[in-house]
T-cell receptor, first 112, second 115 residues
């Protein structure tokens, strides 16, 4: 069976500090991977997606970047966090050619 | 552009009763998928049910069923025999077919199941 992991689960960082959130998927190969952000009381907003190693598409230009150094690893980064980067970050995967996305447990980021 | 609208921010239902959550959407695509996701207090997003737009038959999953009205661009979720564990945020979502198409989410409906 497939599982998706995210870490850390929670993170508190000061404004201007760097960020690295990691997402890994087990039990499948060549998945499509997604990063979403959920602001408090809001729906999910797609940030980045990737269809393969080194292939990143950005949906919303902002203070964040993403990388996919390995087939089942997806990283969300920032060089300098802003207060507005606070939120709940969810990683999701789907099998190539299918249409259902499965979500990880999420990371709650608070920028102070 | 795709949009998804959930006009009910909060709803409440008594245990064992039936509740219907509303969702409308807009898309220029002819082929697409619609989903309902559940987000309990743990905040894990859980897929509840999906509907392919080309299928006329409404999808069902145990106590969960949908009323899909393609012409009206409406996709409501019915929960029968509500249980306390159904308490959660429910999100309606839409995606076009094709590789790595994004999910567009509504703003959610907070459902509270009471005794």
């Amino acid at each position: 069976s497939q599982t998706i992991h995210q870490w850390p689960a929670t993170l508190v960082q000061p404004v201007g500090s760097p960020l690295s959130l990691e997402c890994t998927v087990e039990g499948t190969s060549n998945p499509n991977l997604y990063w979403y952000r959920q602001a408090a009381g809001r729906g999910l907003q797609l940030l980045f997606y990737s269809v393969g190693i080194g292939q990143i598409s950005s949906e919303v230009p902002q203070n964040l970047s993403a990388s996919r150094p390995q087939d089942r690893q997806f990283i969300l980064s920032s060089k300098k966090l802003l207060l507005s980067d606070s939120g709940f970050y969810l990683c999701a995967w789907e099998r190539e050619g299918e249409n259902e996305q499965y979500f990880g447990p999420g990371t709650r980021l608070t920028v102070t | 552009a795709q949009t998804v609208t959930q006009s009910q921010p909060e709803m409440s239902v008594q245990e064992a009763e039936t509740v219907t959550l509303s969702c409308t959407y807009d898309t220029s695509e002819n082929n697409y998928y619609l989903f309902w996701y559940k987000q309990p207090p743990s905040r894990q997003m859980i897929l509840v049910i999906r509907q392919e737009a080309y299928k006329q038959q409404n999808a069902t999953e145990n106590r969960f069923s949908v009323n899909f009205q393609k012409a009206a661009k409406s996709f409501s979720l019915k929960i029968s025999d509500s249980q306390l564990g159904d308490t959660a945020m429910y999100f309606c979502a839409l995606r076009a077919t094709g590789t790595a198409s994004k999910l567009t989410f509504g703003t959610g409906t907070r459902l509270q199941v009471t005794l």
